[in-house]
């Protein structure tokens, strides 16, 4: 089974067991490294059965494909997605990021885009080449 195969099964899986997660897949040629992006924050920083799942999942990783590079970031990371290969999020997801149970607010995804397109033109600013 190719790498990519394998982790866009391990994915499928993850968010079956973590559903207020989504998660993002993009393998970088260049830098030969398959990223992996977990959200939301709290789940990625904090949550103990999630950096349980993570170690394993790079253990098993490295072990069946030795001469690839994995590396898991959140939205929060220096790095981000360019090119994204495979996107899933769970059932809990949307509910819990983006709409308040009490009050009016509800997701707007043309602003969610703005916010997002905003992020990447200030990152790629910085970035000295």
């Known amino acids: 089974m190719k790498a990519k195969n394998y982790i866009v099964s391990e994915i499928k899986s993850f968010v079956q067991n973590f ?57 929060d990371a220096v790095v981000g997605l360019d090119k994204i290969d495979f996107e899933l999020h769970g059932t809990e997801f949307f509910v819990n990021h983006f709409e308040k149970k009490e009050g009016n607010m509800q997701f707007d995804p043309i602003k969610a885009l703005l916010r997002q397109a905003k992020k990447k033109r200030i990152h790629s600013q910085k970035v000295v080449h």
């Not at 998660?23 to 260049?30: F, I, L, Q």
């Not at 789940?43 to 394993?56: L, P, R």
């Open 19 to 75: 559903p207020q997660t989504r998660v993002r897949y993009e393998h970088d040629n260049v830098a030969h490294t398959h990223f992996i992006e977990i959200v939301p924050n709290n789940i990625y920083h904090w949550d103990n059965h999630y950096i349980q799942w993570e170690s394993d999942f790079f253990d098993d990783f490295i072990s069946q494909y030795p001469d690839e590079n994995i590396c898991f970031i959140s939205d």
